[in-house]
C-alpha cells in the first residue's frame, strides 16, 4: 500500500498545481524552477520560495509605510520598490502578483496615490493567497517525501 499513499498524494500535489495554473496565479516559469530541483537541490524550490516570502514581506511593509506618508509621498521610491516586487514574482512565476504589480507602477508613475493604496490592498490579497496554497503545496511534497522515504529514484551507473 505504500505506493498508493505516494500517488495520492502526488495527485493531490498535480490537482492543487492545475487549479494555480487555471486560476492564473502560477505560470510555466514555476515549472522551469521545480525542473531545478534534483537529487543534488531536493529543496531548491521552497528554498527559493521561502527567500521571496522573506523578501516580500520586507517588500509590503516599506510599501505600506511610504504610503502612509500624506504629505511627501516618494513615488519615485515606490516605484523601485514595486519594480523590485515585480521581478522577484516572476521570476518564481507568481503571475497574478506580478500583475498587480504591473498596476501599481502605472498608479505610481500617475503619482495617484488613491490607485497606489487600492493596488496595495489587492497585492497583499493575491500575496497571501499565494503564500497559503504554497505553503499547503510544500506540505503536501513533505508528506509525500516522508510516504515514499526517498524523494528520487536510486540511479545506477
Known amino acids: 500500500m505504500l505506493g498508493w499513499?505516494?500517488?495520492?498524494?502526488?495527485?493531490?500535489?498535480?490537482?492543487?498545481?492545475?487549479?494555480l495554473f487555471h486560476q492564473g496565479v502560477l505560470d510555466e516559469q514555476f515549472l522551469q524552477l521545480q525542473q531545478l530541483q534534483d537529487e543534488s537541490s531536493p529543496n531548491f524550490v521552497s528554498e527559493v520560495?521561502?527567500?521571496?516570502?522573506?523578501?516580500?514581506?520586507?517588500?509590503?511593509?516599506?510599501?505600506?509605510?511610504?504610503?502612509?506618508?500624506?504629505?511627501?509621498?516618494d513615488?519615485?521610491?515606490?516605484?523601485?520598490?514595486?519594480?523590485?516586487?515585480?521581478?522577484s514574482s516572476?521570476?518564481?512565476?507568481?503571475?497574478r502578483v506580478r500583475s498587480v504589480c504591473v498596476a501599481f507602477l502605472?498608479?505610481?508613475e500617475q503619482e495617484n496615490r488613491a490607485g497606489c493604496l487600492r493596488a496595495l490592498?489587492?497585492?497583499?490579497?493575491e500575496y497571501c493567497y499565494l503564500k497559503n496554497k504554497l505553503h499547503e503545496l510544500f506540505q503536501i511534497e513533505q508528506q509525500r517525501v516522508m510516504v515514499s522515504g526517498v524523494r528520487y529514484p536510486m540511479h545506477h551507473g
Open 5 to 19: 499513499g505516494v500517488e495520492s498524494l502526488q495527485a493531490d500535489m498535480n490537482r492543487l498545481l492545475a487549479l
Open 49 to 73: 520560495v521561502t527567500i521571496y516570502f522573506r523578501e516580500s514581506e520586507k517588500l509590503l511593509r516599506s510599501l505600506r509605510e511610504l504610503l502612509m506618508d500624506k504629505e511627501l509621498l
Open 75 to 87: 513615488y519615485k521610491k515606490l516605484g523601485i520598490h514595486v519594480n523590485h516586487f515585480t521581478g
Open 90 to 95: 516572476s521570476s518564481i512565476g507568481a503571475k
Open 106 to 108: 502605472a498608479a505610481s
Open 121 to 125: 490592498e489587492v497585492l497583499e490579497h
